[in-house]
């Protein structure tokens, strides 16, 4: 008979009930401890799904059948991704844009790709890092553990892509995982919004959904997870609580926008978030009252904005439209204090993107099949990011150190990381 390690008994209740409460089952944990007597201090815990997740991956092999792409599929000598690739000092300043020196050209090394069955449109990473999310044309979601895309060591089980996701039924436009990294939310042309439980093993469809009556352009977390923005093709703010399925809106007319909203981003503190339009205008909004604070109209010369990004001070906002300019604005004056020229954007509503420390602005380039990086303060082009054989529709790049993930019209979710040296 095979061996059974052996686990102390009060150390896997203890797991059990500090799951239970972390779900919100306080009552039912406490009857447990109760009833089993286990020493436990009562505390919010997902242990557990952790160690059965670290469990099923070491036991079974991924049943994607996606096509997949490693490092050493290739020839050539990649470096080592190990450590973050040397952080430089963020920050923006505005009094230096004109008398700053431009920061060294990164070089991306593509690590990884997989593959969708249509056009890979949007991505998105977990808050520390450890998972990715990608959506696709072909209404599919997948889930990607990003310690793997680093390190591929090519046995059965290693496979990046831990969870394939079916539940819409319409092309997915955008993702936003939960604080806690255990819920992913995704939103969709099928007009809604669906929230997947990562913790549940083998679970390939939503356990909750918002239904909207026109499709759902962009979503964001708020940092406490309570609550969910989403943006439509209605020119309305929705304002979902997660745990009550209760929709907010704004109904002062005067600040709505009068087209659709193509993005909408929460600040890394909820403090505040923005709004782009199909309308050609950029809102800020009070992440506590949702009344607008500032209103930029005609952001891009008349044509749509395509997507807002507020930066971790909360002093700027960036953004970008289809006049093939991206802008950085004062929100406090409502003034353009950088703009970065150098890609093609006239039809597209393109998803650019800060690298984790703001030192850099990425974007996908409809003149090519590239995306495009800029230095930040100097608004200068700096280097072209090659490797996709289509236009690239989304720039997202990791919250935690130099890794990027690109999604492209070629079907594929392609993973770099930066070398500086």
């Known amino acids: 008979m095979e061996e059974v390690p052996s686990v102390p008994e009060n150390e896997v209740l203890s797991l059990i009930i500090s799951q239970l409460i972390a779900y919100g089952y306080s009552a039912i944990a406490q009857s447990v401890a109760d009833a089993t007597g286990a020493t ?8 557990l799904v952790e160690l059965l997740q670290l469990g099923k991956e070491k036991l079974e092999s ?49 690590l990884y790709y997989t593959q969708h069955k249509g056009p890979c449109r949007t991505a998105a990473f977990s808050a520390d890092g450890r998972f990715a999310a990608t959506g696709s044309h072909d209404s599919s979601l997948k889930v990607l553990d990003v310690q793997k895309m680093k390190k591929r060591t090519g046995d059965a089980g290693d496979k990046p892509v831990i969870r394939t996701l079916y539940d819409h039924s319409a092309p997915v436009n955008d993702l936003s995982f939960h604080p806690n990294g255990l819920v992913l939310a ?12 990562l913790s549940k093993l083998g679970v390939k469809r939503s356990f909750r959904y918002f239904q909207d009556s026109v499709p759902v352009k962009s979503i964001s977390f708020h940092p406490a997870g309570d609550y969910l923005l989403a943006g439509t093709d209605d020119a309305a703010v929705r304002i979902y609580d997660v745990k009550t399925l209760q929709c907010f809106t704004n109904s002062k007319t005067v600040e709505m926008h009068r087209g659709p909203i193509t993005q909408i981003r ?18 800020v909004w009070d992440g506590v009252s949702g009344q607008c604070v500032r209103y930029i109209e005609g952001a891009h010369g008349g044509t749509a904005a395509s997507s807002v990004r507020i930066m971790q001070n909360e002093r700027y906002v960036l953004t970008a439209g289809l006049d093939s300019t991206m802008r950085l604005w004062d929100i406090s004056s409502g003034r353009t204090v950088v703009e970065y020229r150098g890609h093609e954007q006239r039809s597209q509503m393109l998803q650019p993107a800060f690298t984790y420390n703001e030192d850099y602005v990425m974007i996908g380039d409809e003149a090519s099949t590239n995306a495009v990086c800029y230095d930040t303060q100097t608004g200068e082009l700096l280097s072209k990011i090659s490797g996709q054989n289509n236009l ?22 392609r993973y770099f990381m930066a070398d500086f040296n």
Request: glycine share 6%; aromatic share 8%.
């Open 186 to 197: 995704s939103c969709a042309e099928d007009q809604s919004v669906k929230l997947f439980d």
């Open 266 to 283: 929460y600040s890394h503190t909820g403090k505040l978030f923005a709004t782009s339009s199909a309308d050609g205008s950029v809102r």
């Open 40 to 47: 436990t201090d009562m505390t919010p815990s997902h242990k």
């Open 62 to 110: 991924d049943e994607s059948d996606d096509e997949e792409y490693t490092a050493s599929d290739t020839k050539r000598d990649l470096p080592s991704v190990q450590q973050d690739w040397g952080k430089t000092k963020g920050g923006f300043d505005p009094d230096a844009v004109h008398t700053a020196v431009s920061k060294v050209a990164p070089s991306y090394t593509q």
């Open 392 to 413: 690239v529709r989304c720039v997202v790049p990791s919250p935690t150190d130099n890794g990027i993930l690109t999604c492209s019209d070629d079907y594929r979710a």
